[in-house]
C-alpha cells in the first residue's frame, strides 16, 4: 500500500476518533459487571524491516471476555508508523496447560493495510518484541492478499482468571456467615470490587 505521510495522518486520526464511541460504551458497562484491566503485547514482523509492536489495554469481565485498545507502532517503508485499534476477545486455557490463549478481533479504523483481522486460540507465552521466543499464531485479515501474517503474544498481566467468578452478593454473604458485623460489614457490603468467596485477606481496613 503506497501512502503518503500526511494521507496517513489524516487516517489514524479518522481512526482515533472512530475509538471515542467505543470507549464510553466501555466505561458504561464497566459499572454492571465486574472488570480488570489488562495489558499485553504482540510482535508481528514488519515487511518495512523489524518488527510492528502491538501494544494492548482491556477491560476483561469475569469470564475472560475483554473489550479495548491497541496501538501498534512500526516501520513501514522506512519511516515509523502508528496504527490505532478496537479490540474485543477472550482469555481461554480451554485445553487446560496453564498458558493463556487469546482470541481477538482487532478492528483499525485508519483501513492501514486492513480494516479488521483476527486470531483464535493463539498462546500467550512470547515476549515483547520478539518473533523468537514463543508460539507462532497465524492471523487472518479482511481483505488482506500479502501472505501470511505470523504473530506472538506475550502473556497477559492484571487479569486473573477464576478469582472473580462468583458475584459481590456471595461475598457478603460469606462475610456474613463468617461472623462478620457492623460497620465492618457495611464497609464490605459497599466494595463491590469484592466479588467470589469470602476472604478476609481482600478487605481493606
Ligand atoms: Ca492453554
Redesign the pocket.
Known amino acids: 500500500m503506497h501512502i503518503t505521510p500526511k494521507r496517513l495522518a489524516a487516517l489514524l486520526i479518522g481512526g482515533t476518533a472512530l475509538v471515542v464511541p467505543v470507549l464510553i460504551a466501555d466505561s458504561a458497562s464497566a459499572a454492571t459487571a465486574p472488570t480488570q484491566t489488562a495489558v499485553f503485547e504482540a510482535t508481528q514482523p514488519s515487511g518495512g524491516g523489524g518488527n510492528w509492536d502491538h501494544h494492548y489495554t482491556v477491560q476483561v469481565a469475569t469470564d475472560g471476555t475483554f473489550s479495548g485498545v491497541n496501538h501498534i507502532t512500526g516501520t513501514d517503508a522506512g519511516q515509523t508508523v502508528g496504527v490505532d485499534e478496537t479490540v474485543t476477545g477472550q482469555f481461554t486455557?480451554?485445553?487446560?496447560?496453564?498458558?493463556?490463549?487469546v482470541s481477538l478481533t482487532a478492528v483499525r479504523g485508519s483501513g492501514f493495510y486492513t480494516f479488521q483481522w483476527s486470531v483464535t486460540d493463539a498462546?500467550m507465552d512470547g515476549k515483547v518484541d520478539s518473533m523468537t521466543d514463543g508460539t507462532v499464531t497465524y492471523a487472518t485479515a479482511v481483505d488482506w492478499h500479502g501472505g501470511p501474517l505470523p504473530i506472538t503474544f506475550t502473556p497477559q498481566s492484571g487479569y486473573t482468571p477464576g478469582t472473580q467468578k462468583g458475584t459481590h452478593g456471595e461475598f457478603v454473604s460469606g462475610a456474613t456467615h463468617a461472623g462478620v458485623k457492623g460497620k465492618d460489614l457495611a464497609a464490605i457490603a459497599k466494595d463491590v470490587t469484592l466479588v467470589g468467596p469470602y476472604d478476609p485477606a481482600k478487605v481493606n481496613h
Do not use: A, I, Q, R
Not at 486455557?93 to 490463549?101: F, I, L, S
Open positions: 486455557d480451554k485445553n487446560n496447560d496453564g498458558v493463556t490463549e498462546p
